[in-house]
């Protein structure tokens, strides 16, 4: 001590910044470590007091000690719950749902059911009938008007029109030798479906003489569930060898291997099955089977990588396997929790969208990731004690031919490099990085969104091709119509204003057609007069054939111009282009309270966490940066690429609605979770050393392998959705493997450390109030690192 003050001593006022300039220079090539700096008297109290709070509010190094000394009964519980779930989950059968994807409370929605009432709503199942001979023919007609009053008495059946019991004209092909049955169905969407099974092979089996085809919302439903499944299936069988292929890499161990793997599952099968008890509540989406697998298994091999990582490292320094494991809880634990509470969060604040699909995947996103974070703060200490030293790596039960056997550094020298060089010149790849992001989030204008129909199956798909084959083959498609409901006006007795009317829907752009019961009507001009029955009626239809899809701008303008037209009593507009403007309105809506509540929200997280308010604006307007990123990438790839084949129905390629929220949230949870395990990181090294730009590449350096592991797991998690038929699926997985690759590169790789080296020491400035909060408070950003 005598001769290091000496030396000290000898160094001139102009030399000692000399020399520490020079120490942490070398500090950041490696070649010598940095000491911290020496706390004065106050602050080694404040730490104390610091430390003390710490001890009594470590409820994650708690859980850790005491599962990791209970490890059978916590094993064999999660072995029973996996079993359990296993079971639930597979016999939810039919109550899935396939819709929600129409704005509840809309003024097209009020019209559906007024449409309904008078038996001219959307039916639930659209039956094409084609016969060798005219349906006009007398012994096609009979088997027709036949096959119609069985599908009208069958049970669960409300109403079954056709063009044998109708005389419809639309309901006639244009060759004459094809008609359509349209069947509305009792009950909800789950209902609609387990009729629709049984009721579909019965009116097959009937059709003797006629090739039935079928399609329509319930049938569609019905093979998305069956579609859904399979998909599952593949998905699954292609992630599991994948992830652990990724994590045999990371880890080179087997026992390591498997942890992240029996979590992943057990999360999996937990969501699942509590999944199917909530169908019982509210409708959930089949979907949400999909995605709660998918990213269930990526997001608890993530949490479990990060602490297993941790735990590695604490062993490395000396401790036994009880102290490293409650050690590792107690900081990467914590941050277990808040990245958890983050992405539920982002996920919750979907809910404010009135849309059912996303409110379901949202449900299944919540339960998610409760079931990762529970599964990572229990299972991960007693698979510790069950496995052992075979956990750690210094003794790798799995060595790969390639790996040497001495024990691997606890950083990365080629992370250490990159920030190096990022902190080096961090304006240059803050604006490089910047460039990146926005250049992705450019498409976003060009987005047009779309509602889901069948086309969500693939082409080969029953439901897809008889809808198809009815576009082809129908003077005007099904989805083309636009039905006003005119509840109050008489038909006969106001005919002459039903008339006016029918000449003035007629004459606007964009106008096909339109019927009502005095006659057919094009150009503003009667062309097929019928005769009216007796007046006494209330209530008629008038139906308005749109010469364009209903995603078109020219059809959206025709909706528009329908409902301000004047008609001869009040009047309200049904039919799919005038739910897709309702519900394009509700979603742009809701849209800014959405961003606020997830921005605001994980700001406040990350403030909690780190005590740093730059820090969470920094996180929060990088996630943002990747919000805009994600929806762009998928407007890049699905709309522009045609990734998914060129657009059916005419109008050019779309996106389904929903998607682009669901992916923007994801990839906005994903990229903040990342983003607390290396600001908390940093942080640690920060409170250590107090030098930022050390601790810039500290944190880079010993979690940017890390991150790569875990967004290769998620990105083959969420990816192997890519080999779904379903169109959503196929949509979200991209999506989000694409965006979380990015953040774990351009994001985590340039942009954090540029901004966080070019904000200095205000990265951990803390506000005074924060400061003075208690006698145990700390002027430093109280944080937790993997």
């Not at 019905?222 to 652990?244: C, G, H, I, K, Y």
């Amino acid at each position: 001590m005598a001769d290091k003050k000496t030396e000290n001593a000898t160094l001139t006022a102009d030399e000692a910044p000399a020399a520490r300039r020079l120490t942490a220079r070398l500090a950041l090539r490696g070649r010598v470590p940095l000491r911290p700096t020496v706390p004065s008297g106050r602050h080694r109290r404040v730490a104390a007091a610091d430390g003390e709070a710490k001890q009594r509010a470590d409820v994650p190094g708690a859980v850790a000690r005491w599962a990791y000394r209970h490890c059978r009964l916590v094993l064999a519980s999660a072995a029973c719950l996996f079993l359990l779930c296993a079971v639930v989950g597979l016999h939810a059968g039919d109550r899935w749902s396939n819709g929600g994807v129409i704005a509840d409370g809309t003024a097209a929605q009020r019209a559906e059911r007024a449409a309904q009432r008078l038996g001219a709503g959307t039916p639930d199942l659209v039956l094409y009938a084609r016969s060798r001979r005219p349906v006009d023919a007398p012994e096609v007609a009979e088997r027709g008007r036949r096959l119609t009053e069985l599908a009208a008495r069958s049970p669960g059946v409300a109403s079954a029109l056709s063009y044998w019991n109708t005389g419809l004209d639309p309901l006639r092909s244009t060759d004459g030798r094809g008609a359509l049955l349209r069947i509305d169905l009792k009950g909800g969407e789950s209902e609609t479906a387990r009729t629709a099974r049984t009721l579909v092979p019965a009116l097959r089996a009937a059709s003797s003489g006629l090739d039935l085809s079928v399609s329509g919302p319930a049938w569609v439903n019905v093979s998305a569930t069956d579609q859904a499944e399979r998909d599952l299936l593949r998905a699954e069988l292609f992630a599991l060898p994948a992830a652990f292929v990724v994590l045999a890499l990371a880890f080179g161990s087997l026992s390591a291997t498997l942890v992240p793997l029996g979590i992943g599952l057990i999360a999996a099968s937990g969501a699942l099955a509590l999944l199917a008890a909530v169908t019982r509540l509210t409708p959930v989406s089949v979907f949400a089977v999909n995605l709660s697998c998918a990213l269930g298994f990526g997001l608890a091999v993530d949490y479990a990588l990060f602490t297993l990582s941790r735990y590695r490292e604490e062993r490395a320094r000396g401790l036994d396997a009880e102290a490293a494991i409650g050690r590792s809880m107690s900081t990467t634990g914590r941050a277990v929790v808040f990245c958890a509470l983050t992405m539920a969060w982002c996920m919750a604040s979907l809910l404010v969208f009135p849309l059912g699909l996303i409110r379901s995947l949202a449900i299944a996103s919540l339960v998610v990731v409760g079931f990762c974070a529970a599964g990572t703060l229990f299972l991960v200490p007693a698979l510790v004690a069950a496995f052992g030293g075979r956990l750690d790596d210094a003794k790798l039960s799995l060595r790969l031919p390639w790996r040497p056997r001495t024990a691997r550094p606890a950083g990365s020298p080629f992370w250490r490099r990159v920030a190096v060089t990022v902190t080096g010149r961090p304006l240059l790849w803050a604006l490089a990085g910047t460039t990146v992001l926005l250049g992705l989030a450019a498409p976003v204008i060009g987005l047009r969104p779309a509602l889901m129909d069948e086309t969500i199956l693939p082409r080969h798909a029953e439901a897809r091709a008889t809808a198809e084959a009815i576009r082809a083959d129908f003077a005007h498609a099904p989805e083309r119509q636009l039905t006003v409901v005119l509840p109050r006006t008489d038909p006969a007795a106001g005919a002459a204003g039903l008339d006016a009317y029918a000449r003035r829907l007629a004459a606007l752009p964009g106008a096909a057609r339109v019927s009502t019961e005095a006659g057919d009507y094009a150009g503003g001009r009667l062309t097929a007069p019928r005769h009216i029955d007796a007046g006494g009626r209330h209530g008629t239809l008038v139906v308005v054939f749109a010469a364009d899809a209903p995603q078109s701008p020219r059809t959206a303008a025709l909706v528009e111009a329908v409902r301000a037209t004047a008609a001869p009593g009040p009047a309200q507009v049904a039919g799919a282009a005038a739910h897709l403007a309702d519900t394009r309105q509700a979603v742009t809506g809701a849209l800014g309270r959405w961003a606020a509540l997830m921005l605001g929200g994980v700001f406040v997280m990350l403030l909690l966490l780190t005590r740093s308010p730059l820090v969470a604006v920094k996180a929060a307007v990088l996630g943002g940066l990747s919000i805009g990123a994600a929806i762009g990438l998928t407007v890049l790839l699905f709309q522009r690429a045609h990734l998914l084949g060129p657009p059916a129905g005419g109008g050019g390629s779309t996106l389904e609605i929903t998607m682009p929220l669901l992916a923007a949230a994801l990839a906005f949870g994903l990229c903040v979770d990342y983003e607390v395990f290396l600001v908390a990181r940093m942080a640690e090294e920060w409170r250590r050393t107090r030098r930022n730009t050390a601790s810039i590449v500290f944190g880079i350096e010993h979690t940017g392998r890390l991150f790569t592991a875990a967004a290769l797991v998620v990105a083959v998690s969420m990816g192997a959705l890519m080999a779904a038929r379903i169109s959503l699926l196929v949509v979200l997985g991209a999506t989000i493997a694409a965006i979380v690759l990015l953040d774990a590169t351009v994001v985590r790789g340039l942009l954090v450390p540029a901004v966080m080296r070019l904000a200095g020491r205000a990265n951990w400035w803390t506000p005074t109030w924060r400061r003075r909060t208690g006698p145990g408070a700390s002027s430093t950003p109280s944080s937790t690192a993997p």
